[in-house]
Nanobody, 119 residues
Framework: QLQASGGGLVQAGGSLRLSCAASGSIFSITDMGWYRQAPGKERELAARISSDDWPNYGDSVKGRFTISRDNAKNTVYLNLNSLQPEDTAVYYC???????????????WGQGTLVTVSS
């Protein structure tokens, strides 16, 4: 399972750091990442990172958000800087995981963590 944390209320221009840890009988993890869904909008990519640390960012967060991962901890991080009210959303972590008991990968979603940016 994926457990996300780090959301909260922040003023415009502020920063937050989200964390998401994968747990269970994990054999390996490929891509990890974050999507977000603002009220009344579709879910969109914030950032994702490959197993060899290649990042990919959504256009709306490029230059402000930074994704990283700690493979030893099966954890992905998202540093959110220069936050704006339009960044207000529920942020969902994702990971593509192969468990010890299976021979294929599954795409997992975390429960979401709310980020609210006040103006």
């Amino acid at each position: 399972q994926l457990q996300a944390s780090g959301g909260g209320l922040v003023q415009a221009g502020g920063s937050l750091r989200l964390s998401c840890a994968a747990s269970g009988s994990i054999f390996s993890i490929t891509d990890m990442g974050w999507y977000r869904q603002a009220p009344g909008k579709e879910r969109e990519l914030a950032a994702r990172i490959s197993s060899d640390d290649w990042p990919n960012y959504g256009d709306s967060v490029k230059g402000r958000f930074t994704i990283s991962r700690d493979n030893a901890k099966n954890t992905v991080y998202l540093n959110l800087n220069s936050l704006q009210p339009e960044d207000t959303a529920v942020y969902y972590c994702t990971a593509v995981i192969r468990s010890i008991r299976e021979s294929f990968y599954r795409h997992y979603w975390g429960q979401g963590t709310l980020v609210t940016v006040s103006s």
